[in-house]
């Protein structure tokens, strides 16, 4: 299992340093993955207890083998804005979001329009809601809106009207194609796919990921110690806007990271994932 979800961490350096990791601390891994963070944690100080979530059944399958030597770890398979620590209070909360390479390479998740697959997008393969049904179902106007609050699409409406004409679609591959057409021809084979603005648009569409984000913002700084830690990485601008806002705005939050903490080129070079990551810090003030 932990090979089909092999996922290099982010900005792991960063990770643990923003965590200010402390021996017999409590922490609070909100988006576990492959372990790879979980593990750099649990090795920083003695006595680690980690709390570690995932709304992927893969991913918590695939931590649960890479971390099985470590006793003091609890996994539960949830996002994270349905978790209740109840009493529990942690010294560190750290969240990586957004989608994980090896959803990105596993074609049948259909995260990818690199490869043909049916179009998915769910990050909790139990949930109803596909991109297949947002964009065979779902009105012209909202698809635009959509794609323009979600993929900064300058050309959501025109995209939007081809998808009308052109539906339904069934794979992945067939969407991007007709995205594509939406282009001039210059601009479909450059650097960045015509589609890739969509997709992502999609993908934050079918997981709620930015309300979910907003809710977990809400919630997470309650559950922190005193001078406890709150690290996030995101991975485009909707993302940290609302990160940069919400750590600015809330009562019980003390902004540690004027800026975010970005990639080094050398990262950057063996971790192309790591190249878009933002990495916010904020400590409990009460």
Request: charged residues 25%.
């Amino acid at each position: 299992m932990n090979q089909t979800f092999h996922h290099l961490p982010v900005l792991s350096e960063a990770v643990i340093q923003g965590l200010t990791i402390k021996a017999s601390g409590n922490y609070l891994d909100a988006t576990v993955g492959g372990g790879g963070h979980s593990e750099l944690i649990l090795n920083s100080a003695e006595n680690i207890h980690l709390i570690a979530l995932d709304q992927d059944e893969s991913a918590i399958a695939a931590a649960k083998d890479k971390l099985s030597a470590y006793k003091q770890i609890k996994f539960y398979h949830k996002n994270f804005t349905e978790y209740d620590p109840e009493t529990l209070k942690f010294d560190g909360i750290l969240a990586d979001l957004g989608v994980s390479s090896p959803q990105l390479d596993n074609p049948e998740r259909g995260f990818s329009f690199q490869k043909e697959a049916d179009l998915d997008m769910r990050m909790n393969p139990q949930q109803s809601l596909t991109a297949a049904e947002i964009i065979n179902h779902w009105d012209e106007s909202t698809l635009a809106d959509i794609f323009y609050h979600y993929g900064e699409e300058r050309y959501s409406r025109k995209i939007a009207r081809k998808i009308l004409q052109k539906r339904p679609f069934s794979t992945t591959t067939e969407l991007a194609s007709a995205i594509a057409l939406c282009f001039a021809p210059q601009k479909r084979y450059g650097r960045i796919h015509p589609a890739t603005r969509v997709f992502q648009a999609l993908r934050i569409a079918v997981n709620n990921e930015l309300d979910n984000l907003k809710a977990f913002l809400e919630k997470s700084p309650h559950w922190l110690k005193p001078q406890g830690r709150l690290v996030i990485i995101s991975f485009h601008s909707l993302e940290d806007r609302i990160v940069k806002h919400t750590f600015r705005e809330h009562p019980q939050l003390k902004v540690i990271t004027k800026k975010p903490i970005t990639a080094t080129p050398e990262e950057s070079q063996e971790n192309p994932r790591a190249r878009s990551a933002k990495l916010r810090i904020a400590e409990r003030t009460d």
